[in-house]
């Protein structure tokens, strides 16, 4: 059974940083893509970052790019988004998400891609 389950989420003053583990069970890592993923309050789910665990290459949405970093561990089948000068804009519920992708040239970016998820971890930047 595939499980994804998040961590690391919390309240954080603007300009402060966190960093979110997605740890995975239940299938082969090497041969998957994990995408990050969040939904503000209202607003609709967006792509954040992704890597393709194969060669690790990896993808950033516009708005994060130059402040998360989404790094691997393979050895502990675990991915990581480091947050770095977040900003009240980037409160949401933050996901993970894997699908198999040996094949393709870059990670995918989009939600409908993503055939498992987890459970969403809480992150909340004051101002």
């Known amino acids: 059974e595939v499980q994804l389950v998040e961590s690391g989420g919390g309240l954080v003053q603007a300009g402060g940083s966190l960093r979110l583990s997605c740890a995975a069970s239940?299938?082969?890592?090497?041969?998957?893509?994990i995408g990050w993923f969040r939904q503000a309050p209202g607003k609709e789910r967006e792509g954040v970052s992704c890597i393709k665990m194969s060669d690790d290459s990896t993808y950033y949405a516009d708005s994060v790019k130059g402040r998360f970093t989404v790094s691997s561990d393979n050895a502990k089948n675990t991915v990581y988004l480091q947050m770095n000068s977040l900003k009240p804009e980037d409160t949401a519920v933050y996901y993970c998400a894997a699908v198999w992708w040996v094949a393709g040239p870059e990670p995918p970016r989009a939600e409908y891609e993503y055939d498992y998820w987890g459970q969403g971890t809480q992150v909340t930047v004051s101002s």
């Open positions: 239940g299938f082969t890592f090497d041969d998957y893509a």
